[in-house]
């Protein structure tokens, strides 16, 4: 999750990997060594049951300023993870709780 830098590119050193499920996780030793706190939403497979599209969307958007804001002030990196738009076909998955679940519907919509 560590890029190297490329300093004959001029490009700096760059993680990769941060996570947006439900909320910004944004602790990364070495970037600050300091853990903030944004907003922490349901799961999307709780937020997908309820069918509310304008709850998807609304949620969404406050995850995405909350990154921007977290990013703009040095405590994060602009690649988030999530969500798994991917519907949920194997129970024996650990992350299943980050898709909208197994309805074909359902996750159409929800990917939209």
């Given at each position: 999750s560590d890029?190297?830098?490329v300093p004959s590119l001029g490009m700096a050193f760059y993680q990769w990997w941060s996570e947006g499920t439900h909320g910004v996780s944004h602790y990364r030793p070495g970037l600050h060594n300091e853990t903030l706190y944004q907003t922490n939403f349901a799961f999307p497979i709780t937020t997908a049951m309820s069918f509310n599209r304008t709850l998807w969307k609304k949620t969404g958007g406050q995850i995405g300023r909350e990154a921007r804001a977290t990013m703009n002030a040095g405590n994060a990196y602009s690649t988030f993870w999530a969500p798994v738009v991917n519907m949920a076909r194997d129970p024996?998955?650990?992350r299943n709780l980050e898709t909208p679940g197994e309805d074909p519907?359902?996750?159409g919509e929800?990917?939209?």
């Open positions: 890029g190297s830098p024996r998955w650990g519907y359902l996750s929800y990917a939209e």
